[in-house]
């Protein structure tokens, strides 16, 4: 789904023109959360779903038989992990990212930090292989599947007979992942009329949001962002897309995250360098911290200590209703 559109875009930028708090949001573009689609080629099903959520919390998807997907993708700490880096095999080996959370990421068009996966099923199939992270071996994790009676007859009644592959796999997991989604926030109520849904300081924060700090212009539509990539300016060697397309104007440069539920997984950037989003609009508020291939968006915005607190309680607003997923009872082995 494509959340950039020419009129958020027209928006944003006669906001960001605007005098301070001259064009309130709630007077330009307001785009709620749409239904969630699935491709062609994985449509729901509340059985895959079911079969999806198991896989997710399922240890025995890694080598070790120690880490899950939830492992660095955790409900409890907003679908992340609260590191700044996640912990990976057998305990011992660190990854190299920041662990985005799962929330909302059915939304967004490409996966990673670099974007190199163009869906969640793509995704999915990273981590359970990378040494760093699940370190399994695909044929062995097939192996392991299917001498499991309850996988063997689940995967039978979604996908078919002798359907235990890497593919359906992946598309079990990215078809639960789907169903993570922030719903019904506080900013989404004050948009609905509801003018008592968020406080004075938050709604200073949200036109402060559209207006001189100039956020909407990467963190556009109706999951906040733009699905784009950015150098803002963080002290890194992280090649970042430059990985994945060898484009000097993507050197340095991450995927903009989507802002729901954000105040749920800390720390941020790319590296988790920045612990709260306090230290997040700290930093942008000083124009990033380095300079070389900075996106022209980031410079120093001028903001207050309170304009900067205001912000804060309007990224407290984007956050929904509680996302409530039972941890699964698993197959056992036999």
Same mark, same amino acid.
């Given at each position: 789904?494509?959340?950039?559109?020419?009129?958020?875009?027209?928006?944003?930028?006669?906001?960001?023109?605007?005098?301070?708090?001259?064009?309130?949001? +709630? =007077?330009?573009?307001?785009? #709620?959360?749409?239904?969630?689609?699935?491709?062609?080629? @994985?449509?729901?099903?509340?059985? /895959? &779903?079911?079969?999806?959520?198991?896989?997710?919390?399922?240890?025995?998807?890694?080598?070790?038989?120690?880490?899950?997907?939830?492992?660095?993708?955790?409900?409890?700490?907003?679908?992340?992990?609260?590191?700044?880096?996640?912990?990976?095999?057998?305990?011992?080996?660190?990854?190299?990212?920041?662990?985005?959370?799962?929330?909302?990421?059915?939304?967004?068009?490409?996966?990673?930090?670099?974007?190199?996966?163009?869906?969640? +099923? =793509?995704?999915?199939?990273? #981590?359970?292989?990378a040494?760093?992270?699940?370190?399994? @071996?695909?044929?062995?994790?097939? /192996? &392991?599947?299917?001498?499991?009676?309850?996988?063997v007859?689940?995967?039978?009644?979604?996908?078919?007979?002798?359907?235990?592959?890497?593919?359906?796999?992946?598309?079990?997991?990215?078809?639960?992942?789907?169903?993570?989604?922030?719903?019904?926030?506080?900013?989404?109520?004050?948009?609905?009329?509801?003018?008592?849904?968020?406080?004075?300081?938050?709604?200073?924060?949200?036109?402060?949001?559209?207006?001189?700090?100039?956020?909407?212009?990467?963190?556009?539509? #109706?999951?906040?962002?733009?699905?784009?990539?950015?150098n803002?300016g963080?002290?890194?060697?992280?090649?970042?897309?430059?990985?994945?397309?060898?484009?000097?104007?993507?050197?340095?440069?991450?995927?903009?995250?989507?802002?729901?539920?954000?105040?749920?997984?800390?720390?941020?950037?790319?590296?988790?360098?920045?612990?709260?989003?306090?230290?997040?609009?700290?930093?942008?508020?000083r124009?990033?911290?380095?300079?070389?291939?900075?996106?022209?968006?980031?410079?120093?915005?001028?903001?207050?200590?309170?304009?900067?607190?205001?912000?804060?309680?309007?990224?407290?607003?984007?956050?929904?209703?509680?996302?409530?997923?039972?941890?699964?009872?698993?197959?056992p082995?036999n």
């Amino acid at each position: 789904m494509k959340v950039v559109h020419t009129a958020v875009l027209l928006a944003t930028v006669l906001l960001w023109a605007a005098p301070p708090l001259a064009i309130h949001a +709630e =007077e330009s573009f307001y785009e #709620p959360l749409p239904k969630m689609t699935h491709p062609k080629d @994985n449509p729901w099903s509340k059985d /895959k &779903e079911d079969l999806g959520r198991m896989l997710y919390f399922d240890p025995r998807l890694s080598g070790s038989n120690w880490i899950s997907c939830a492992t660095c993708h955790n409900p409890g700490l907003g679908w992340s992990d609260g590191l700044s880096m996640p912990i990976g095999h057998d305990f011992n080996r660190k990854g190299l990212r920041n662990s985005p959370t799962v929330i909302n990421s059915g939304y967004f068009e490409v996966q990673f930090w670099d974007g190199r996966a163009p869906s969640l +099923e =793509e995704q999915a199939k990273g #981590p359970i292989q990378a040494d760093i992270e699940m370190n399994q @071996n695909v044929d062995e994790l097939i /192996k &392991e599947l299917k001498a499991i009676p309850g996988y063997v007859r689940r995967f039978d009644k979604v996908f078919g007979k002798n359907s235990i592959n890497l593919d359906n796999i992946v598309k079990a997991i990215a078809t639960f992942e789907r169903s993570v989604v922030s719903k019904n926030a506080p900013y989404d109520k004050y948009m609905k009329g509801d003018k008592k849904a968020m406080s004075k300081s938050a709604v200073n924060g949200m036109n402060l949001f559209f207006g001189k700090a100039k956020c909407s212009i990467c963190h556009n539509g #109706p999951a906040f962002t733009d699905s784009k990539f950015h150098n803002i300016g963080v002290k890194s060697s992280d090649p970042g897309r430059y990985q994945v397309t060898k484009e000097g104007s993507d050197k340095g440069a991450f995927k903009t995250p989507g802002l729901r539920h954000i105040s749920r997984s800390a720390p941020y950037m790319h590296d988790g360098s920045e612990k709260t989003l306090k230290e997040v609009i700290e930093f942008y508020n000083r124009g990033g911290d380095a300079k070389e291939n900075i996106s022209p968006f980031i410079t120093p915005l001028d903001l207050s200590k309170q304009e900067v607190n205001d912000l804060v309680e309007f990224m407290k607003a984007l956050e929904g209703e509680p996302i409530n997923v039972a941890v699964p009872e698993l197959p056992p082995d036999n």
